[in-house]
């Protein structure tokens, strides 16, 4: 079969190329982000928490490996229920990870340092202990009454619907305040109380957040759960379509698409450079593609399936297909994440230590990294801006958390773990009391950390470091069409193209080879090899090894 185009061309009014060209997109459309979670990136004053004091010390990592953009996770005062998305204070830094004057230094030496900076920002709930909440619940006519979600319990007292919470779907999204006698509304934690976003003062207030953030230079944000800001005044019950799943992810009603039109205008006043990228935690790329809007809502918007599918081609290959099938090139460009902090890493959630017959002397250790550096060159040459998640550029897995170490009520402190800086015994994360940081290292420690796997060139940092300069160097792979190949059982191929520029991606999903030798007359036999992920330099034999990955330059 011949090659089939699954995506339309981006390129560029004609006559637009070379630097023309790379001025007519904005610059996160080329960008590859990075996103650091504070707690766990570096510390600076030695209580176990990461905080901003570490990151800007550690912006020598970043600039060596070349990221265009962070996404900070958030550093506002919070009583930490979620780790800080439970906020009572939008304009502030929590003394936990510094100051704001910390905050403009960092955001001063990112710029010097050509690297943007977006925030998260947190617009469907506060922490209880926000004073908006603490006035809210005073009194049924405190002024922030109506800024929160309040109904009358059913006749027979139960909870206003059926919807369930996040973390924990055998309870409801709601809380009985005695206080005041009405249930008050919240999707995750009883914690974190959902805003009120039919209250024009909630908008208003929700939109001074943004402008405060934008005044102090910021070059735009993450939305967290943004399809979440609207909801349906009827408060209707979930099942039976919802299948009891959180009402997070089913949450998707048209009067959050207004709202977002006006943070959009909000964001683009501040010029074209600002960017907003949203958390669009829905089941469907059909659906996040709605909140792209026509080209007047999300910059960006997440797209979860693929980080969900298992490691094989055809789940990769229908999710790529999908997504461009989704993503109407004219408003929408795609992303692409493989983990975050709310997801086990994708190098646990490929493991395959359970199906390895053991016949091979392929060992599980260098299977799993074979198969972490194969979706490193996955995710860096789609079309569409892919996000990094900290420590995966090292191949990091999940640590073990146990016992009285678990603290996340979401269950997710093993993609948490602190970012291992050197082989010594606390990894760069000396403490104040000799104890470990807040959480454990992931069990390779020792010899998955920054120091160690930097001095080597053959590492799948330095892998993630080539990658991304090739991503640079390359118009193809930055904004190029994108064309899938019919290739053999168990590897998956596209071409890269723009201008005279072309390339060829193969990915092997199995522990063995793929000949490729007959695929089109040979077609692929003698292509100079830009990038493998094991390193092998060279031309292309006709042969996929186990688990590898290479860039041709066709
Ligand atoms: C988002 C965040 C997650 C948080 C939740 C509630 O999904 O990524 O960490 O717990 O929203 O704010
Ligand atoms: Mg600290």
Request: charged letters at 20%; proline letters at 7%.
């Amino acid at each position: 079969m011949e090659a089939t185009p699954i995506a339309p061309t981006t390129d560029a009014e004609p006559g637009l190329d070379g630097e023309g060209e790379r001025h007519a997109e904005p610059w996160w459309k080329r960008a590859v982000f990075y996103q650091v979670y504070p707690r766990s990136f570096a510390d600076s004053d030695g209580d176990g928490v990461g905080d901003l004091g570490g990151l800007l010390s550690h912006f020598d990592h970043l600039t060596w490996l070349g990221v265009d953009a962070l996404w900070l996770s958030p550093f506002y005062p919070s009583p930490m229920v979620d780790f800080g998305y439970d906020i009572s204070d939008y304009c502030d830094v929590d003394p936990l990870f510094g100051s704001l004057e910390q905050f403009d230094e960092l955001l001063i030496e990112a710029h010097s340092r050509n690297i943007k900076v977006i925030i998260d920002w947190v617009p469907n709930h506060t922490s209880e202990r926000h004073p908006w909440f603490v006035d809210a619940r005073s009194s049924r006519s405190a002024i922030h009454r109506n800024w929160y979600v309040w109904r009358d319990p059913l006749a027979d007292g139960s909870v206003p619907n059926d919807w369930v919470q996040a973390f924990d779907p055998s309870k409801p999204t709601w809380t009985f305040d005695d206080q005041t006698g009405q249930f008050y509304l919240h999707l995750f934690e009883s914690a974190q109380p959902d805003l009120n976003w039919s209250e024009p003062a909630v908008v208003a207030a929700m939109h001074e957040v943004l402008r405060f953030w934008l005044e102090r230079g910021v070059d735009g944000f993450r939305a967290d759960v943004i399809h979440c800001i609207g909801k349906d005044p009827a408060l209707p019950d979930d099942l039976p379509a919802g299948g009891g799943l959180p009402h997070c992810v089913l949450n998707d009603v048209s009067v959050t698409h207004g709202h977002i039109r006006d943070i959009r205008t909000l964001i683009d006043s501040y010029g074209g450079d600002r960017m907003i990228v949203g958390e669009v935690y829905l089941l469907s790329t059909e659906s996040v593609a709605t909140y792209y809007g026509n080209n007047d809502e999300l910059h960006l918007a997440f797209n979860f399936p693929p980080l969900f599918a298992p490691w094989r081609p055809s789940d990769w290959s229908a999710c790529i297909a999908s997504t461009y099938a989704a993503l109407d090139d004219r408003h929408a460009w795609p992303t692409w994440v493989l983990s975050n902090h709310d997801n086990p890493r994708h190098r646990t959630r490929y493991d395959f230590a359970a199906s390895l017959s053991g016949e091979t002397e392929y060992t599980t250790a260098k299977r799993s990294e074979a198969r972490a550096r194969a979706a490193a060159v996955l995710l860096l040459t789609l079309r569409g801006t892919p996000f990094l998640y900290q420590g995966e550029e090292l191949g990091m897995i999940d640590a073990e958390v146990t016992g009285d170490r678990r603290v996340d009520p979401g269950g997710r402190d093993g993609c948490r773990a602190p970012l291992p800086w050197d082989g010594s015994a606390d990894h760069g994360w000396p403490t104040v009391t000799g104890l470990e940081p807040w959480l454990p290292f992931a069990p390779d420690a020792e010899h998955r950390n920054v120091a160690d796997l930097r001095s080597d060139p053959s590492s799948i940092l330095s892998l993630y470091r080539a990658l991304i300069a090739l991503r640079h160097s390359s118009e193809a792979l930055a904004l190029g069409t994108f064309e899938s190949l019919d290739l053999p059982d168990g590897a998956l191929g596209y071409r890269r193209a723009r201008n005279a520029e072309s390339l060829v991606v193969l990915v092997n999903f199995t522990d063995g080879p793929v000949d490729l030798s007959e695929y089109r007359q040979g077609l692929l036999i003698g292509m100079p090899v830009a990038i493998a992920s094991d390193g092998l330099a060279g031309t292309f034999t006709g042969t996929l090894g186990a688990d590898q990955a290479l860039i041709l330059r066709s």
